[in-house]
């Protein structure tokens, strides 16, 4: 029957300050480490090197990365390799958060940058939320659409307003050139009023110089007429 050296196992494991498991003790000196029964004379076997710490146990990751790089690749993810459900996998409500922070960020990112103004940046905020984009390249395209759809009636609206003033313009032109010829006609109207009385009352004065001669004319012969009954 050996030697028991339970205590200077337990020495030697306080001394290198670890279990009992990794004390490794020299078979070949095994009458030294009996009589060996304290901390001082079991660090002196340590210092000779008939008591040694054991390295700790490997355990690599070698195949384990392997595997875990082929996986990130795509491998060994088929069906037969699947356990859960897809939702219980992936659940769609994590993949609805995602989509939604992706969405959100952009638009902030956008609206910080001054390429959307509030009321768009609402309107594609609720379109989001409603589940309208599927992804941050559809929203993009959306924007693009919406700016160049908002420009294009904004420029139609511009040369609305333009065509209109041109038009007041015009109309104001037209009616003042009107007004000046009217203005033109009364002024030379009035110009030939006068001639125009004269001649009138030229004619006024004839017609009433003959009249009287006529009657003058008439009136010897009345004289004569009725002087007749009297005789």
Not at 14 to 28: E, Q, Y
Not at 99 to 126: C, G, I, T
Not at 201 to 226: C, F, R, V, Y
Request: a positive charge.
């Amino acid at each position: 029957m050996g030697v028991s050296l339970k205590l200077q196992k337990r020495l030697a494991s306080s001394v290198l300050k670890c279990g009992k498991r990794k004390i490794w003790l020299d078979p070949n000196e095994v009458g030294d480490i009996s009589t060996a029964n304290s901390r001082q004379n079991i660090r002196k076997l340590v210092k000779d090197g008939y008591i040694i710490k054991k390295p700790p146990v490997v355990h690599s990751r070698f195949r384990a990365n392997k595997k875990m790089m082929a996986k990130r690749k795509g491998r060994h993810s088929g069906t037969g390799k699947r356990k859960g459900t897809r939702d219980a996998r992936l659940p769609a409500k994590v993949l609805w958060i995602r989509r939604q922070r992706v969405l959100r960020r952009l638009l902030r990112k956008y609206r910080e940058a001054k390429k959307l103004d509030k009321h768009l940046y609402h309107e594609l905020y609720l379109k989001a939320k409603g589940n309208v984009f599927k992804n941050k390249r559809v929203l993009i395209e959306y924007i693009h659409k919406a700016k160049n759809e908002k420009q294009r009636v904004q420029n139609l609206a511009e040369q609305a307003e333009a065509r209109r003033t041109r038009n007041k313009a015009a109309r104001e032109r037209r009616n003042k050139r009107v007004e000046e010829k009217r203005a033109e006609d009364a002024k030379a109207a009035a110009v030939y009023v006068p001639s125009e009385k004269k001649s009138k009352d030229k004619k006024k004065k004839t017609t009433e110089g003959a009249k009287k001669a006529e009657g003058k004319k008439d009136a010897p012969k009345d004289t004569k007429k009725a002087a007749e009954p009297k005789k």
